[in-house]
């Protein structure tokens, strides 16, 4: 399948900015389920200072904010040709050892809630497929896709006890339990072509779990199915702080706006 992408994001600010510095992870890489066609990445308020592959094989430019700019636009537009490989997306290429990604992390902590969900698929379950489509359907059934009710920096183990949360809530939450069942596993985050629209305010994350026999295996709780050729992989890491598309420092801009418009169509 062969897909477009149109992703701008828009950030104003109250004041000037004194000093900002973001990294930049909106540019896919080719991979056995992608061919990167065509790939531009644009910057109005901002110059690029440098670009640089990082430790889980995100690609990253790093721009610092023109002094006392008002607003900064970062937009890219690309064409990618991408193949079902049924969620089985290949071997691990990243300069980090695979025990790396069984690590906790400050969004995806075990806590009780989450220790009592992992406990529901008892033990000597590693290396089983099965059970992590067992895991991604009932985390689906306790926590509802809901709009407006977490944000960015919002933990797995709240998700959960809230009941609703979005594709980041999801992919955190199946992470932590994954996790605490033996299976590496990483964040992702990219685009989805959606069937009943073009335009999104927002991209789409999911996660991957490493299998052995299988390599990473991509699971999408907040649409009970493992990604197939409407996916684009841009990103992934720990959590959702190592594979955002845009994430830095900002100094003396008082409040921040942001406005996301995204087109991914065939």
């Known amino acids: 399948m062969r897909l477009t992408v149109d992703h701008t994001s828009t950030y104003t ?16 890489v080719s991979l056995p389920s992608q061919s990167i066609l065509s790939w531009d990445l644009s910057i109005d308020g901002a110059r690029l200072e440098t670009s640089y592959t990082d430790h889980h094989g995100n690609l990253v430019d790093l721009v610092q904010v023109d002094p006392d700019a008002s607003s900064v636009t970062v937009s890219v537009k690309g064409e990618v040709e991408t193949h079902d490989m049924s969620g089985m997306m290949g071997g691990h290429r990243q300069l980090v050892p695979l025990w790396l990604y069984k690590r906790p992390t400050g969004l995806t902590a075990p806590a009780k809630g989450l220790r009592a969900l992992a406990g529901k698929f008892g033990s000597n379950t590693a290396q089983d497929v099965g059970v ?22 919002t933990t797995a183990e709240e998700a959960l ?27 992702v985050s990219g685009y989805l072509m959606m069937t009943d629209r073009i335009d999104q305010d927002a991209g789409h994350a999911w996660a991957e779990a490493w299998v052995d026999g299988l390599g990473w295996t991509g699971f999408d709780v907040s ?3 493992c990604p197939d050729a409407r996916y684009i ?10 594979a955002a598309p845009i994430r830095g420092m900002v100094y003396g801009a008082g409040a921040e706006n942001l406005v996301v418009s995204i087109q991914v169509q065939q």
């Open 161 to 187: 006890q809230k009941g609703q949360g979005v594709c980041q809530d999801h992919a955190h939450i199946f992470i932590s339990v994954a996790r605490l069942l033996g299976f590496p596993t990483r964040y």
């Open 233 to 242: 992989q841009v990103a992934t890491g720990l959590d959702y702080r190592d």
């Open 13 to 28: 600010y109250e004041t000037g900015v004194s000093y900002a510095l973001q990294q930049v992870r909106k540019r896919p």
């Open 132 to 153: 992590l489509h067992e895991v991604m359907a009932e985390i689906a059934t306790h926590v509802a896709y809901q709009t407006n009710e977490t944000d960015s920096e």
């Open 223 to 225: 649409n009970g199915i």
